[in-house]
């Protein structure tokens, strides 16, 4: 018999997958259902970045192995992009490495730097493959606590109580998934001390820097003076270019780490294809009034689960940037998988168990905005109709 090593047997299944599979039997059944779970984008990406991609696929000299930096132009668009947007400048070719996707680089860095019994610390509630991956590379995930009191903000107390000689990497993700929850420069600026004095990686997983909606602009870590001495920020085109399909992201800061992540990637996945490349330099060199446009739609959307959560939610934040709404479920029901349950089966609208990202998301729900204003109206009406 074949059997699974220790550490993967240790895993639990990715929550999504079996979501996928109770949500397949339900429409063989006939039941429609609209999706809130999954952060996965509804629209297309920019046209020019289709266009850029049509035009780069028909050519002859783009289809074999891209080098693991990938192209110039790329990582020239992503230190463009930075200048613009962080007013933050990078050296193209010693601090800006391509991804495929943010989730690549969380599983690889952990390879690059955990041995057997480092510390990593990650968020509760928090995006669940930083624990993975901490397992993954025989590490120890040490959760520390979004403060639920403080909008579930950093608290620097909690984490500093939580480091110890084995305390290798520090996760922070901003704007944060699940809760909508933001940072400051100022408390940037503490961790990026407190990674100094101890010694640890700090890495910013940033997917949704992006994706806001009022007047806050969610800052990068890379802004902090001398966080590259301890410092990553991992992004992606695939929340804020809507390409999440397309696998390509990057990876900023820290010299030696983007340098380790090359030799990794240059053994493991060879980068990705050169058309890729093409579209989302196109995309980061865009000017920015499709993102504004954008950003105006998803906040329309954001206001419409707003308005609903007002009416059952005994605590929800109205989150700044994002995809997700986080919120406290009524007390009636006991659980945050027994209302989800609930709302898939009997109302047909499938929203996220808050416990998936961790103890602190007990009696949490998230609701994710990835679909249109009016299947937003519609799941809003059948979740009232099934409980208010
Ligand atoms: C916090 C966070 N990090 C990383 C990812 C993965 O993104 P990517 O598509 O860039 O791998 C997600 C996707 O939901 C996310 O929410």
Same mark, same amino acid.
């Given at each position: 018999?074949?059997?699974?090593?220790?550490?993967?047997?240790?895993?639990?299944?990715?929550?999504?997958?079996?979501?996928?599979?109770?949500?397949? @039997?339900?429409?063989?059944?006939?039941?429609?259902?609209?999706?809130?779970?999954?952060?996965?984008?509804?629209?297309?990406?920019?046209?020019? #970045?289709?266009?850029?991609?049509?035009?780069?696929?028909?050519?002859? $000299? #783009?289809? /074999?192995?891209?080098?693991?930096?990938?192209?110039?132009?790329?990582?020239?668009?992503?230190?463009?992009?930075?200048?613009?947007?962080?007013?933050?400048?990078?050296?193209?070719?010693?601090?800006?490495?391509?991804?495929? /996707?943010?989730?690549?680089?969380?599983?690889?860095?952990?390879?690059?730097?955990?041995?057997?019994?480092?510390?990593?610390?990650?968020?509760?509630?928090?995006?669940?493959?930083?624990?993975?991956?901490?397992?993954?590379?025989?590490?120890?995930?040490?959760?520390?606590?979004?403060?639920?009191?403080?909008?579930?903000?950093?608290?620097?107390?909690?984490?500093?109580?939580?480091?110890?000689?084995?305390?290798?990497?520090?996760?922070?993700?901003?704007?944060?998934?699940?809760?909508?929850?933001?940072?400051?420069?100022?408390?940037?600026?503490?961790?990026?001390?407190?990674?100094?004095?101890?010694?640890?990686?700090?890495?910013?997983?940033?997917?949704?820097? $992006? #994706?806001?909606?009022?007047?806050?602009?969610?800052?990068?870590?890379?802004? #902090?003076?001398?966080?590259?001495?301890?410092?990553?920020?991992?992004?992606?085109?695939?929340?804020?270019?809507?390409?999440?399909?397309?696998?390509?992201?990057?990876?900023?800061?820290?010299? $030696?780490?983007?340098?380790?992540?090359?030799?990794?990637?240059?053994?493991?996945?060879?980068?990705? !294809?050169?058309?890729?490349?093409?579209?989302?330099?196109?995309?980061?060199?865009?000017?920015?009034?499709?993102?504004?446009?954008?950003?105006?739609?998803?906040? @329309?959307?954001?206001?419409?689960?707003?308005?609903?959560?007002?009416?059952?939610?005994?605590?929800?934040?109205?989150?700044?940037?994002?995809?997700?709404?986080?919120?406290?479920?009524?007390?009636?029901? @006991?659980?945050?998988?027994?209302?989800?349950?609930? !709302?898939?089966?009997? !109302?047909?609208?499938?929203?996220?168990?808050?416990?998936?990202?961790?103890?602190?998301?007990?009696?949490?729900?998230?609701?994710?905005?990835?679909?249109?204003?009016?299947?937003?109206?519609?799941?809003?009406?059948?979740?009232?109709?099934?409980?208010?």
């Amino acid at each position: 018999m074949i059997t699974q090593s220790k550490k993967i047997s240790a895993i639990q299944p990715y929550f999504f997958l079996n979501l996928q599979n109770k949500i397949d @039997n339900l429409n063989r059944n006939g039941k429609e259902v609209i999706r809130l779970d999954i952060g996965s984008p509804d629209l297309p990406p920019p046209a020019s #970045v289709i266009d850029a991609f049509q035009s780069n696929i028909q050519k002859n $000299d #783009v289809h /074999g192995y891209t080098s693991t930096k990938g192209p110039d132009v790329f990582r020239r668009a992503v230190a463009s992009y930075y200048q613009k947007r962080f007013n933050v400048t990078l050296n193209p070719e010693s601090e800006i490495t391509p991804l495929l /996707g943010s989730k690549e680089g969380i599983v690889n860095l952990h390879q690059i730097f955990i041995d057997p019994g480092d510390e990593i610390l990650v968020p509760n509630p928090g995006y669940p493959s930083y624990e993975f991956a901490a397992m993954y590379a025989g590490g120890i995930p040490i959760p520390y606590d979004l403060d639920p009191q403080n909008g579930f903000q950093i608290n620097l107390n909690r984490i500093m109580a939580l480091i110890t000689p084995r305390t290798k990497m520090l996760w922070i993700n901003f704007p944060n998934n699940p809760t909508g929850s933001n940072i400051d420069l100022d408390t940037l600026q503490a961790l990026v001390n407190l990674a100094i004095k101890h010694q640890f990686l700090i890495i910013n997983d940033a997917p949704y820097t $992006d #994706v806001y909606f009022d007047t806050f602009m969610p800052p990068s870590i890379l802004s #902090v003076p001398n966080a590259r001495e301890v410092a990553v920020e991992i992004n992606s085109l695939s929340k804020t270019y809507h390409m999440a399909g397309w696998r390509i992201g990057m990876m900023c800061g820290h010299e $030696d780490v983007i340098k380790s992540i090359r030799i990794i990637k240059s053994k493991v996945d060879n980068s990705t !294809a050169l058309p890729i490349f093409h579209a989302a330099t196109t995309a980061l060199n865009m000017d920015r009034t499709w993102l504004f446009e954008r950003n105006q739609l998803m906040k @329309n959307r954001r206001d419409i689960i707003v308005e609903y959560l007002k009416g059952i939610s005994p605590y929800f934040a109205i989150p700044q940037a994002g995809y997700y709404l986080w919120a406290k479920i009524p007390s009636v029901f @006991n659980s945050d998988f027994e209302f989800c349950e609930k !709302a898939l089966t009997q !109302a047909g609208v499938s929203l996220t168990p808050g416990s998936i990202y961790g103890s602190n998301g007990k009696h949490f729900i998230r609701i994710c905005i990835c679909q249109p204003e009016e299947t937003i109206n519609i799941a809003v009406k059948r979740l009232k109709a099934w409980y208010s």
